[in-house]
């Protein structure tokens, strides 16, 4: 089975996604995926021709702060970026989950904004307060400004809870969002 997770910015979906590693689900992250396509010769090359050299940094990769103020500010360079690197993260996707064999966890942090829910066998919302996502993402540290305009830029968390098949709360400790986890992964096998 291929799970899609995800859930607002700092909700703790990569908490969530050790919690199904740790039952033996394969984890897929797609911003990692999305990390590999960026430093990929012919996404640095497209990036540089578009913005020049100052979205590089001093070893000529892609400056992710650089690149993200500058897609968190304008709706056209966003879609720009995206344009070239989501068609190449859904190739490695499915690549990374083509074993039938395996039990898969596939941690999207945009699954419904790019309507790919058709794509997974359920999906996986993991949600909390307001509050405890901004105090986690100020401790990453990102401003208030930055904090806000990142939530903007996502479907709401109400409605990424709607559209969910499971919520997972975390709020609390990680034993409570493991426990939760290891709750519907027992009831999704059967046990």
Request: hydrophobic fraction near 45%; include cysteine.
């Amino acid at each position: 089975m291929v799970i899609g997770l995800t859930g607002g910015i700092g909700c703790g979906k990569s908490a969530a996604a050790a919690c199904f590693a740790e039952l033996g689900f394969v984890v897929v992250d797609a911003d990692q995926l999305a990390r590999q396509v960026l430093e990929s010769q012919v996404c640095v090359s497209r990036l540089k021709e578009r913005w020049g050299a100052a979205c590089l940094d001093a070893e000529g990769r892609p400056n992710r702060k650089w690149i993200a103020a500058k897609v968190f500010a304008d709706e056209g360079e966003r879609a720009f970026l995206e344009s070239i690197t989501h068609p190449a993260v859904a190739r490695l996707r499915r690549e990374a989950t083509a074993d039938a064999s395996a039990d898969y966890i596939v941690e999207i942090p945009l699954l419904f904004e790019k309507d790919l829910a058709a794509g997974f066998d359920s999906i996986v919302v993991v949600a909390c307060s307001d509050e405890v996502r901004r105090a986690r993402l100020r401790g990453r540290g990102l401003s208030e400004e930055d904090i806000s305009a990142r939530i903007a830029s996502q479907l709401s968390l109400v409605e990424k809870v709607k559209r969910a098949d499971v919520v997972l709360w975390n709020d609390g400790e990680p034993a409570f969002l493991r426990e939760q986890v290891r709750i519907w992964v027992d009831r999704l096998r059967g046990a």
